[in-house]
């Protein structure tokens, strides 16, 4: 009797050991959390561009392209400049060979040229060279180290071009070195240099032409398309100032300054075979000036100035 309690109460431990592991619940297990993935952006060294990122810039077919060992391995040899060890190395081309050749570094951007700047170039750096060559030619390219930005160049590279116009005579242009910051190709953007001010030599008057007799002047205010014809006693005091004002001339070839601004009046001279003599004012109007046909031997177009109050006075007096 005593065994079958013994056996039964065996049995009912039994049971209820399987009943609690049935309803136990248990404790779910956190996931072990996967590290995040971090793409390392691309950087210009390792992007995969074409031979020629860049387009040719003159008729000298000047390049620029990322340099590596397979674009290299096609020259036997080549000049070399590193700036900065941890920069961008860059290779520049030239189909032809070219005289005075510089890398230089870009300061000082000023952007906004108005439409009235001859060269139609939309940037001016004081630039400041860093490496030059006598001659750069196609069979033995530049190689620069150098740090590269996608929003303000900051490098750049100049070299002198030969104008056939007709007499032969150089001019230096300069080319800024930018990277996209799209697909981080290379570009070679031409700008304008801001070189120091020369030496200008006193003339009389604005006039091209004092002496040649004219039609009719009219002016063109600021945000008005509209040109006012002078009355005979307003034009013939107009072309006396213009005639006689004290005015200097920016030498040619060798200037090296820039006159460019948004004219507040725009004069012209009318003259009996439909030739026009233009006159432009800059933005305060008291300064007056004109082409005068030339270029300095790195561009730049020449030109006379002169001020007046007097003239400023009778152009803003017209209704």
Same mark, same amino acid.
């Given at each position: ?8 109460? &065996? ?24 590290? !995040? ?32 060992? !397979? ?10 400049? &590193? ?5 961008? #190395? ?23 040229? %108005? ?7 939309? !940037? &001016? ?54 990277? %996209? ?7 070679? #953007? !031409?700008?304008? %240099? ?5 030496? #200008? ?7 091209a032409e004092p002496e040649r007799v004219w039609t009719g002047i009219y002016v063109t205010r600021e945000v008005e398309a509209y040109a006012y014809q002078l009355h005979v006693e307003a034009a013939v005091e107009v072309h006396e100032i213009l005639t006689t004002m004290e005015a200097e001339e920016v030498l040619t070839p060798f200037h090296y300054e820039r006159q460019s601004s948004t004219p507040k009046f725009i004069i012209e001279i009318r003259y009996g075979d439909e030739v026009i003599e233009t006159i432009l004012t800059t933005e305060g109007g008291m300064n007056f000036f004109r082409w005068s046909g ?26």
């Open positions: 009797m005593r065994q079958k309690w013994l056996a039964l109460f &065996v049995a009912l431990l039994l049971l209820a050991t399987l009943v609690a592991g049935c309803t136990t619940t248990e404790t779910p297990t956190a996931p072990t959390p996967t590290p !995040e993935v971090i793409e390392t952006p691309d950087t210009p060294g390792a992007l995969e561009v074409p031979t020629d990122s860049s387009e040719a810039v003159t008729d000298a077919g000047v390049r620029a392209h990322f340099a590596t060992d !397979e674009f290299l391995s096609r020259f036997d040899s080549y000049h070399e400049f &590193v700036e900065d060890p941890d920069g961008v #190395r860059v290779v520049i081309t030239t189909e032809v060979s070219i005289e005075h050749f510089r890398f230089s570094e870009l300061r000082l951007p000023r952007f906004g040229l %108005s439409e009235w700047d001859p060269p139609h170039l939309t !940037e &001016v750096y004081e630039v400041w060279d860093l490496y030059w060559l006598d001659e750069l030619t196609p069979e033995q390219p530049l190689v620069v180290t150098l740090m590269l930005q996608c929003l303000i160049p900051v490098r750049g590279i100049a070299f002198a071009s030969a104008v056939d116009a007709p007499d032969m005579y150089y001019v230096d242009l300069y080319f800024a070195i930018g990277i %996209s910051g799209y697909d981080g190709s290379l570009s070679l #953007r !031409e700008f304008a %240099s801001r070189l120091p001010s020369s030496p #200008r030599a006193a003339v009389t008057g604005l006039l030339t270029y300095g031997d790195h561009g730049d177009p020449g030109f006379v100035w002169g001020f007046s109050e007097e003239l400023f006075a009778i152009l803003s007096a017209i209704h």
